[in-house]
Structures are given as C-alpha cells and as structure tokens.
C-alpha cells in the first residue's frame, strides 16, 4: 500500500483550515502525515494547524504563492504519493481512498478528483456551482476518456512523489502549478487521470472583487501555459492540445455567440423576441441535459440546479473579459516585450 503526505499550504486561514483538517482527520484510509504550511500568515492559522496535530513549516517571510509554499514543504515530504490541498477545500471521507488506486498505474504522475463548490449562497458562488457541475460531469470524463485532461484541479490533486521531486517540484514559471504540471506530465510520456468519484468541495470566490482575481489569475495563468507547451503538444499530445485550441476557439468566437440575437435581427428583420428565444433554447439544449446529469449523479434538488443556472452568465461575462485580456497580454504583449504578463499570485477569496 503505497503511503501518502498532504502539504496544505496557508496563508491567513484560521477560519477556514479547521474544516479542511477535519476532513483530512477523517479519511477512510487516513494519510501518513499532515503538513501545514503557515505562508507568512498574520492571524491564528499556525495555531489552529498545531491543534489539528499538523507538522507545522512557518517560512522565514512570505513566500507569494502556493507552489512555492508547497515546494518549501516538499523536502520534508518522504511518503510514496503527496496529496496538495488548499485549506479551503473539503475532501470527501473517500477521498484518499478513491484516488490512491489510479497510481497503481506506473505511468501515472498526477491524479484528482471531482470538485464541486462548498456554498451556494451569493450570485457568484451560485454561478460558479453551475460551472464546476457543467465542466466536471460533461468536459472531464470526455477528456479522461481520450486520456488527456486539461487539468488536474491544484486544490486537491495526488502526485506520485519521485515524479514531482525529478520535475523539481511544483512549476513556479507559471502562475497557475497545476495545469503546468498536467500538461507536462503528459509530454513527458505521462498519465494526468480525473478520477470521478472522489469528491472535493472548494470553498470559491464570493464576491466580484474576489472573482475577478481569481480569474484573471485562471485565465492568465492558461495562456502562459499555451505559450510554454502548446507548440509541443501539438506534435506530441495532439488530443491535449485539441481539447486547448477548442477552448482558445471558443475564447474568440464567445462574443460573436452572445451578439447572435443582434446580428439575426439586423440580417433577417426577425423580432427581437424571436431571435432572443431561438438563442436562449439553443444555449438550454447545449446546458441543460449535462447539468440534469449532474445534479443525478450527485443527488442534487433539480429546482436548486436549475435556480442557479441563471447565474452562471454573470461568471462568464467576467470569464471572457479576462480571457481576452489575458490572451491580449500573455500571447501578444507578452512575446512582444510590451509586457511581463501576470506574475504576481493573488488569492481568490
């Protein structure tokens, strides 16, 4: 049985670590050692770790982001498999225990699990519920079935240890570690697995100030990734990098989506009530039945699903904004010298 670390790095999280402990606590197959990495915190979170009987690292200043955070901690990590989670995100009892098998696989450097958001409570929060319930019940099991994820979720992903230490730990020349990771597994020869029924609920931005940082941060952190390895992938993982030019397609083509119902109605005189229904029915065809699935898979209250699902274009309006903003800056300015793209980490909540 192949033994198992968890690194959860922390900066200022003495509210939101004792959930994300308590959850670790009770593992089925409980993990060897637990580290908490206090980043430079200024509250109670070194404390609350020590109470939970977490190995607690406290870095000599702030270290600004969470793969240098986990890297502070890596060397101390000697277990077979070293399991990041944030400290804001919750794991299902199961876990460990789910995920452990996929790395029985040899070929295997990097795994996790179905996230799903933690509360419901604000616009956003909702909108991003309907999101994560759309992208990890539709997008990653055709991914995983073509065996090329585009990301194994950095808020609770298990990496094969020896492979995560040869790489040199956790990429910091990205501002987003694990689609970086995931992606380079794969061109080395490596298997990135999703694996469906391990559960973790991540605690998500809920207000708008938090979501434009988080996703500007997303979104900036996937076009470094496309300047860094899509020209390889595409020779050499060409299915990963057709999941990324679809998105990259999508990206561009969004505004010319959302503007349909004009463009109908200047170009064949429709109402705009017509055209406006055509579109919203094509985009409920396109949403719906993945979502009707999910809230199946996951015994969610169908009218809770469908309330939120309005939501969802408030968080993809904010999405496209710092889509195009990032492709602009990290795939134009960027390799133009005009700018150095984003390199500051910023949190999301």
């Known amino acids: 049985?192949?033994?198992?670390?968890?690194?959860v790095p922390a900066h200022n999280e003495e509210h939101g670590l004792p959930a994300t402990l308590r959850s670790i606590a009770a593992q089925s197959?409980?993990?060897?050692?637990?580290?908490v990495v206090d980043d430079g915190s200024i509250d109670r979170t070194g404390e609350v770790a020590a109470a939970f009987g977490a190995t607690v690292l406290r870095p000599p200043r702030n270290l600004g982001s969470k793969a240098k955070a986990q890297n502070y901690a890596l060397p101390h990590c000697h277990a077979d498999l070293v399991l990041a989670v944030d400290a804001d995100t919750v794991l299902a009892p199961d876990y460990i225990e789910r995920v452990k098998p996929a790395f029985d696989d040899p070929d295997v450097g990097v795994a996790a699990g179905n996230v799903q958001t933690r509360f419901a409570r604000t616009p956003w929060e909702r909108g991003r519920s309907t999101e994560y319930l759309f992208g990890f019940h539709w997008h990653r099991p055709i991914q995983q079935l073509a065996d090329s994820p585009m990301v194994c979720s950095?808020?609770?992903?298990?990496?094969?240890?020896?492979?995560?230490?040869?790489?040199?730990?956790?990429?910091?020349?990205?501002?987003?570690?694990?689609?970086?990771?995931?992606?380079?597994?794969?061109?080395?020869?490596?298997?990135?697995?999703?694996v469906a029924d391990a559960t973790a609920w991540a605690a998500d931005p809920e207000t708008l100030t938090y979501l434009r940082r988080q996703v500007w941060r997303w979104m900036a952190g996937f076009m470094q990734n496309v300047r860094l390895h899509l020209p390889r992938l595409l020779t050499r993982k060409p299915m990963l990098a057709t999941w990324i030019v679809v998105a990259l397609l999508e990206i561009l083509l969004a505004p010319l989506w959302w503007a349909t119902p004009l463009i109908l109605t200047l170009a064949l005189h429709e109402p705009v009530a017509t055209t406006m229904a055509w579109w919203a029915g094509s985009e409920l065809l396109l949403t719906v039945p993945a979502l009707l699935y999910a809230a199946r898979r996951r015994r969610l209250p169908l009218h809770q699903v469908l309330f939120n699902l309005p939501f969802v274009y408030l968080n993809k309006a904010v999405n496209l904004y710092y889509?195009?903003?990032?492709?602009?800056?990290?795939?134009?300015?960027?390799?133009?010298?005009?700018?150095?793209?984003?390199?500051?980490?910023?949190?999301?909540?």
């Open 1 to 7: 049985m192949k033994t198992l670390t968890v690194i």
């Open 29 to 35: 197959v409980p993990p060897e050692e637990v580290i």
């Open 154 to 194: 950095g808020c609770c992903s298990v990496f094969r240890r020896t492979t995560l230490a040869a790489f040199g730990g956790f990429p910091e020349r990205t501002i987003v570690e694990d689609m970086d990771f995931t992606w380079s597994q794969q061109l080395e020869g490596r298997r990135a697995v999703y």
């Open 323 to 349: 889509a195009w903003k990032a492709m602009v800056v990290e795939l134009i300015m960027v390799p133009l010298r005009l700018s150095h793209g984003l390199l500051v980490y910023e949190k999301g909540r």
